[in-house]
């Protein structure tokens, strides 16, 4: 587009300028200062007061305990690995066995004093052997009864040692008792033949007699292991029971087993 050419008589037309209006200073106003934040509110519960502890008297507790008296007794420690599970609650400790004479105190098994009991050391060391009886009796801790007789009979079941040796056993005329394994034993019975004294015999030649029992009467010695401890009593029962009467009597539980006899005769 072709330029227009600039009049000049008419000056007026050539600049219009705009007069200035001037404009009164206004001071600024000050911008509002922005709301401060608010902290977030804090719903922990507040820490409980410090505890007065024994012998500070400086330290007193302060502030309301809902939770009842603490224990002072600090926490169990751990264990090693770190686990923390249930606490298994303590076995209850079993009664003392009532007090008995010692064997070295003993002699004799009367009616007036029937029971004694061995040391630890006697109870495990050796054999106990028993002379003048004809028919015993056994129990194990695993509840295995037999029965043997002198006449070489048997009933119920034989509990072998780990040392491939029988618990009770006859040999001959003596009943043997292995107390090398008498943790093993749980009860025995020997029964005397007809007004026959028993004949205890000990680890340490230690000897000990039963008495025989009045007319119509037979005597046994009850073996029985309490904590380890051997415990011999005296015992009577009528002459006319039979073997099957006898474990009935002392609580025996004798199974039958193929080939098993008693004597007809007591």
Do not use: C
Request: hydrophobic share 40%; net charge positive.
């Amino acid at each position: 587009m072709a330029e227009r050419p600039t009049r000049t008589d008419l000056v007026f037309l050539r600049r219009r300028v705009k007069p200035q209006v001037a404009v009164p200073d206004v001071p600024a106003t000050p911008a509002p200062a922005p709301a401060p934040v608010s902290a977030p509110v804090s719903v922990a519960r507040p820490a409980p007061a410090p505890e007065a502890r024994v012998g500070d008297p400086g330290r007193a507790s302060s502030g309301l305990s809902l939770g009842g008296p603490r224990s002072s007794t600090p926490p169990a420690a751990s264990s090693a690995s770190g686990a923390t599970g249930p606490t298994r609650p303590a076995r209850p400790a079993r009664p003392a066995p009532f007090p008995a004479p010692d064997v070295t105190d003993v002699r004799e098994l009367s009616r007036d004093h029937p029971v004694v009991r061995l040391s630890p050391r006697r109870s495990a060391i050796g054999t106990l052997v028993v002379t003048g009886g004809v028919h015993a009796v056994w129990e194990s801790t695993e509840l295995v009864d037999g029965a043997a007789f002198s006449t070489g009979q048997r009933m119920g079941d034989v509990v072998t040692t780990s040392g491939n040796r029988p618990l009770v056993a006859f040999d001959g005329d003596e009943v043997l008792v292995t107390l090398r394994h008498v943790r093993e034993l749980r009860r025995a019975l020997v029964v005397a033949g007809d007004g026959a004294w028993l004949q205890v015999e000990l680890h340490g030649d230690r000897r000990l007699s039963v008495d025989p029992a009045e007319p119509g009467e037979r005597v046994a010695l009850a073996v029985l292991v309490v904590d380890g401890l051997l415990e011999l009593r005296r015992v009577t029962l009528p002459d006319t029971l039979t073997p099957p009467l006898v474990h009935q009597r002392f609580g025996y539980s004798i199974p039958e087993r193929p080939g098993d006899s008693a004597p007809n005769g007591r």
